[in-house]
């Protein structure tokens, strides 16, 4: 009798392991998905010219008397950095030599607040340098170091990520001190340096005529074309056929239907950050309930969790009351921001 009212219980406990062991697996695969989606690199319209233009720089800076660079503007979320990171991977990867170790294209991302020695030393880190946040060390110690290590490194252009740094919340140096700085270390390494951040960014440019004529280019990185929205849907589209190919259950939600498409649109405001977000907001909710595909009502509840948390009712792009319109009003996600990309030619 003990042994038969016990086979109850069993049958629970096991039900229970299988559960967990099932649960786990579900959120192994989970992470292993959202992992995937996050480390994708798709390469649009606007991230292919940026590439040919910076191929350009490097092929024709060695003929230059003074130094070259160009700037990379966009709003948050349309992939700036993974620009940069796709451009750094197109050399090879730091080599350690007998003497030195080889740096071919080091990426520095511009610190918050930035001064003339916290970015020389944060140029310093990427080159890698030891010393690089030893104290004591003065701007021209610093700025000799970097030219010396650029050049035995041997490393053939700078990337410099967040220099909208440069413009927010000015303290310490000013714009024109910065900028001749960069000036100078520019000439004085003899390499393309490239400037990526928000639009505002350009300040730095607009400041220093000298420094301008050296950063012939600016590029905007945007889905977006100033002709038509049609056009950019067209673009925006072939992003998200893009991130399908590589994760199963978005490609089997019907994502690219035409509806579907101009909602996540509008939700992102075209941009592949905040896509990223509300599709791995999305994928963790179905998931979890067990949905073999996503549905609109998962896309509404991951808008919300994942952009907008006031994005409820008919302020929510997947509701059915709400009416297509760019989310830009005051307090809406995408207020205070352009989507209208602009390219500026070569200065003579």
């Known amino acids: 009798m003990k042994w038969t009212s016990r086979l109850p219980l069993l049958n629970q406990e096991s ?3 299988m559960e967990s062991v099932l649960t786990n697996e579900s959120e192994i695969g989970l992470n292993k998905t959202i992992e995937t989606l996050h480390n994708l690199r798709v390469a649009h319209t606007g991230w292919q010219e940026i590439l040919d233009e910076f191929n350009d720089l490097i092929t024709f800076a060695p003929y230059s008397n003074e130094g070259v660079g160009m700037m990379i503007i966009g709003e948050s979320g349309v992939g700036k950095t993974t620009l940069l990171k796709a451009i750094k991977s197109r050399f090879p990867e730091a080599q350690q030599r007998d003497d030195r170790t080889l740096v071919p294209c080091p990426l520095v991302s511009i610190p918050s607040r930035p001064t003339i020695k916290s970015v020389a030393q944060a140029t310093l880190a990427a080159l890698g340098d030891p010393l690089a946040g030893v104290g004591g060390q003065t701007t021209v110690e610093l700025t000799s170091r970097i030219v010396c290590l650029a050049k035995g490194c041997e490393s053939r252009a700078l990337l410099f990520d967040e220099a909208n740094h440069f413009v927010d919340g000015r303290r310490g140096d000013s714009l024109l001190q910065i ?6 270390l520019s000439d004085q390494c003899e390499i393309p340096f490239v400037l990526c951040g928000l639009p505002r960014s350009e300040a730095i440019l607009e400041c220093n005529v000298q420094l301008r004529r050296r950063f012939s280019t600016t590029l905007e990185l945007s889905l977006f074309d100033q002709t038509t929205d049609k056009l950019s849907l067209t673009r925006f589209t072939k ?7 590589h994760i199963p259950m978005l490609s089997h939600s019907n994502l690219l239907d035409s509806d579907t498409a101009t909602k996540l649109f509008v939700a992102s405001d075209g941009r592949i950050g905040p896509l990223v977000k509300l599709l791995s907001a999305a994928l963790k ?10 549905e609109g009502s998962v896309f ?3 808008f919300q969790r994942a952009i907008w948390r006031s ?3 008919s302020l929510n792009p997947f509701n059915s009351g709400f009416k297509i319109r760019r989310l830009d009003k005051p307090s809406e996600p995408y207020a205070g921001t352009s989507r209208d990309p602009v390219k500026r030619t070569k200065k003579s």
């Open 311 to 313: 994005g409820v009712g």
């Open 239 to 245: 992003v998200i056929k893009a991130i399908c190919s």
């Open 179 to 184: 900028s001749d700085w960069f000036k100078e």
């Open 300 to 302: 509404e509840r991951a």
């Open 285 to 294: 909710i179905a998931v979890r309930k067990s949905q073999a595909v996503i």
């Open 15 to 17: 039900a229970k392991k």
